[in-house]
């Protein structure tokens, strides 16, 4: 069903007392979901997980749904069990205007009563450290390392009028809101890993980042300095070769810009890179073969991936779980989108917690990649109404 989405409100209209309400938003799609007709919870990486979706999709054609579609969130680690359900009822409907005038729900204030970072500061310092003390040694070239901020709000989080909140300051993102078992992944993610409409597929990676300031020409300069920064070029392009590398066997037409781009949310600047391929029609890979093709890039976890990997399980001391792994949806027909979950949180009552990483290469300052990782957690804190120094 297809539905011009008239305003902000309009993804809001099923009962928000529900638990299982899912929504993802980009500037092709609106997808809502709502209700469980059944669940997919083993890991992409499992054998049979092609099987398994086949199947899923089968059993409700038998039942007469003529497209069914599948939503949900795929974890940083792919041999760690995905979180996707076949909805009950869903609709794909036309996104919301994204020129429309923003607006921000004064009232939708929350006052932190605690708050602690994992790693801390010294030890995060410490991770990186770490990390550059090995470029020289061997093979390594990039690995992301994160941190998590958890909150706890004096009152349980309005899960409607926060995503209310996101989708007005940040309209240009992926917006998304997945239910998990006992809490919710919520977020505007700026980041594409992949989209497949047909036989065309796009993605639209990030890396290099900077953080922007309310002063026009200061902000102005961080773009420049960002645009210009050898490091962040160097760090953007190791995701676009990897990209490029993972996807040139599968597809034909592959088109990138030689030059990345600048873009921007309310928070940060980013160099963009946008590619788009046409799939070979004598094979045509589903678009969980396409995700286990490039997920995960080095904008989340590093290169070499396996050798990079390594790294983050040594040395972060938290699970990541679904944060940057996937959110998004696909169909019975092959169609989907899958952004990267960042920009992000994930909300059980009053409790929150935020995520943020940093691409740490050979010309990284520690002290530089903590305040980034904390400029990229203002974006949520924002949409909380959080004016609190947690940061």
């Known amino acids: 069903m297809d539905i011009t989405s008239p305003s902000y409100a309009r993804p809001f209209a099923l009962n928000p007392s529900q638990d ?3 929504l993802f938003n980009s500037s092709f799609n609106l997808v809502r979901t709502n209700g469980i007709s059944q669940r997919l919870n083993i890991p992409v990486l499992d054998h049979t997980f092609s099987q398994e979706v086949d199947a899923l999709f089968s059993k409700e054609k038998s039942q007469g749904k003529v497209n069914p579609i599948l939503v949900g969130a795929i974890p940083f680690d792919m041999s760690q069990p995905a979180h996707l359900v076949v909805p009950e009822w869903y609709e794909k409907v036309t996104p919301m205007d994204r020129t429309m005038t923003p607006f921000v729900d004064p009232d939708f204030v929350h006052y932190v009563h605690e708050s602690g970072f994992a790693p801390s500061h010294v030890d995060f310092i410490g991770m990186i450290e770490d990390v550059l003390s090995r470029f020289a040694s061997d093979s390594l070239k990039k690995v992301v390392l ?9 009152k349980k989080v309005d899960i409607p009028r926060l995503l209310a909140n996101i989708m007005a ?3 240009s993102a992926y917006h998304f809101s997945v239910p998990l078992d006992n809490s919710v992944l919520i977020g505007a993610s700026p980041e594409l890993l992949i989209r497949k409409q047909g036989n065309k597929i796009f993605s639209n990676p990030l890396a290099g980042s900077s953080k922007r300031s309310n002063d026009i020409d200061a902000d102005k300069q961080a773009a420049i300095t960002l645009s210009n920064s050898s490091k962040d070029r160097y760090e953007h392009q190791l995701v676009v070769d ?3 590398s993972a996807l040139q066997p599968i597809v034909k037409n592959l088109k990138a810009r030689e030059e990345p781009s600048l873009i921007s949310t309310p928070t940060m600047w980013h160099l963009s890179t946008h590619i788009e391929a046409t799939l070979s029609s004598v094979y045509t890979p589903s678009i969980f073969d396409l995700i286990k093709c490039i997920h995960p890039t080095p904008a989340m976890c590093g290169t070499p991936t396996l050798q990079a990997k390594s790294h983050i399980e040594s040395l972060e001391p938290h699970q990541r779980g679904f944060f940057s792994g996937l959110v998004g949806w696909c169909d019975a027909q092959g169609n989907g989108e899958w952004a990267i979950a960042i920009r992000c949180a994930q909300v059980s009552g009053e409790k929150v917690t935020l995520f ?3 691409g740490v290469v050979p010309d990284s ?3 530089s ?4 990782t904390s400029a990229k957690m203002r974006t949520m804190l924002n949409a909380f109404g959080i004016k609190d120094d947690v940061i």
């Open 169 to 171: 300051q940040n309209p």
């Open 242 to 244: 990897a990209i490029r």
């Open 365 to 367: 300052d520690p002290e």
């Open 146 to 154: 994160s941190k998590i901020l958890k909150l706890t709000l004096d």
């Open 356 to 358: 943020a990483g940093a």
């Open 369 to 372: 990649e903590w305040l980034e």
């Open 20 to 22: 299982d309400l899912f």
